[in-house]
């Protein structure tokens, strides 16, 4: 059974996400038809990194997968057998 801990971790992970992703939306859906004057761009960062940050985060993510699948294949490597 989940502990008290491991159900806050789980809440707070799942608020973040659900806040990045509202952020994002909001950044790629929504102001590119908001006036370039507008108040509301000072919250967000310049276009080009609408398709930086995720590339990045998606390029971390597949490194860490790599990295562990090779950890995993070199922990349970066998031993050659001599003859």
Known sequence: MATVTDKA????????SLLLF????????????VDADHVLHQYFLPREYTVILPGVAALVVLLCI???????M?????PKKVD
């Open 22 to 33: 509202t952020y994002y939306s909001i950044w790629v859906i929504v102001l590119p038809f």
């Open 9 to 16: 971790v789980g809440a707070s992970l799942v608020g973040f």
């Open 74 to 78: 070199l922990k349970n490597r066998k």
């Open 66 to 72: 790599g990295a562990f699948v090779g950890a995993v």
